[in-house]
């Protein structure tokens, strides 16, 4: 199940679209980022999801736009969400009178949609100013009605209605057509030939709405055979990659520190290679990251590191070949697009329960994280704002606290790193190390020391589970940074001394 299917399945259903953008509170006065994969968020909320059962749900696309978010999807609530759909609509007259005017044009079965995707790509195109688009979908269940065959009447007065949208909020509000996701999947089961048709006869609609094509994407678990996953590829532009490792969920529930990292460049890669074998080497690859997972009726996520090491390593070229992919080692570049499925906060009306607390001030701080390594260069984490690790830290690579910045390591805090670098950077590029270009303070004491060591025992990391030996990781280095404090001791390094 794609992290798309995850949060339109269980939030949506009931009536919440994905509120990402709280993660962004930080990076819109952060410097523009580099040339990289496009950005992506899936399930905007929109005005229409504040009002069907949720508080305080809208987003803000303008913040989006200004922490270099391009791309977006609108998590679709079906008419039934509402359970007074004209409250809602009467709390915003131009809304309800586009929704009449839906109504009296279109086809019944198809006016909620395209009133609701519709009122989305302007709402959407309006606040990001111009900068933000949507992927609109996914649309097998709506336009391929009994399953067994594509309404091709169906998919034109969509294209045409959305097309028309489009043109009003001043063009460029389509990123393109989210087919399918996880076609695959038991809840469903979409028949490829019926995806292929369908992104057909949305290349036939766009022709007859006078509107240049946008690309079909089509969201895949790699977990299946590529036999049963190259058929859907035949009429797809993209294809986006669900997390499928859950990187920051195990067993038991809740414990997150063995994130398997590797899984980032392997998708990618083995999303590469699907699209070779398919024959469609211009096939784009998007990878929708992770921010949570619900294991039974816990949710477990990132901490505000993990989620800096997930990105960094999602947007540096790395390795993909070791450990339990050991095939043919070799760098794979980063994927063509990054989507993130994070939500705020959410009060159900109906049960009063609160989804998901995930940003400030249950201190994952993930806005930070997002602005830092998007604006970092590849090989390390980017420790640019001042920062307190405790209790176990793992470090999947090189990590560097810039000028300007503090690293605090409070009393019994365990710091350890992998005997591989995933990052692939710094002085030597096969092992980790710490480089203070800020400053460190480590608040060890006679009674609850400070370790610095190996985590080579981990198996999230790429190397077989073993011992700690010596040279396992570079060490603490200075380059133009302090470092106050005692109690502390560096083990399994090259170097057990900070220089």
Known sequence: MTAHTWSRRILPACGLAAGWIALVALAAAAP??????????LGLATALDAGAGWEDVAD????????????ATLAYAPESDFSDLNLVLGKSPDLKARYEAVKAAAREDLAWPIFYYAAGVAEVRKGGAGKLRVLVGPLYDLLVPDRKSVD???????VGALAA??????GEAIAGWLLSDDPLATTHRHDPAQVVALAAALRAAEKQAGIGEHPCVVGLSLAAQPA????????????????????????PPGKVENAVYESIPHAVRAARELADQAKKKALKVHLALQAFDRVEDEVTQPSHLEMHQQLRQALSPAIAGRGPYARSPKPVPPADALWFAYWRDA???????????????????????????????????????????????R?????????????????????????????????????????VEGK???????????????????????TAPRKPQRSDWVGIRLAGGTVEGKHYKLEYAISDRIR
Do not use: Y
Request: charged share 20%; with cysteine.
């Open 165 to 170: 949208a489009e043109k009003e909020a001043g």
């Open 60 to 71: 803000d696309p303008a913040r989006a736009a200004a922490a270099g978010i391009s791309l």
């Open 32 to 41: 523009a980022p580099p040339a990289g994969p496009a950005l992506g968020v």
């Open 395 to 435: 470090l999947a690579g090189d990590v560097i606290v810039h000028k300007g910045a503090t690293l605090t390591v409070e009393p019994g805090t365990l710091v350890l790193f992998s005997p591989v670098d995933h990052f692939l950077g710094g002085q030597d590029k096969t092992k980790c190390e710490l480089v």
């Open 440 to 462: 460190l303070v480590i608040r060890g004491n006679e009674q609850m020391n400070v370790l610095f060591g190996s985590d080579a025992p981990n198996p999230g990391f790429s």
């Open 152 to 158: 091709a009447a169906a998919v034109g007065a969509f």
């Open 228 to 251: 049963l996953l190259l058929p859907f590829l035949a009429g797809a532009d993209a294809l986006l990659i669900a997390p499928d490792a859950f990187l920051f969920s195990s067993d």
């Open 347 to 393: 009060r159900s009306r109906r049960s009063g329960k609160t989804l998901n607390r995930w940003d400030d001030p249950a201190g994952a701080n993930w806005s930070e994280a997002l602005a830092a390594e998007r604006a970092g260069a590849p090989g390390a984490v980017h420790v640019v704002k001042d920062e307190t690790w405790s209790g176990v830290n």
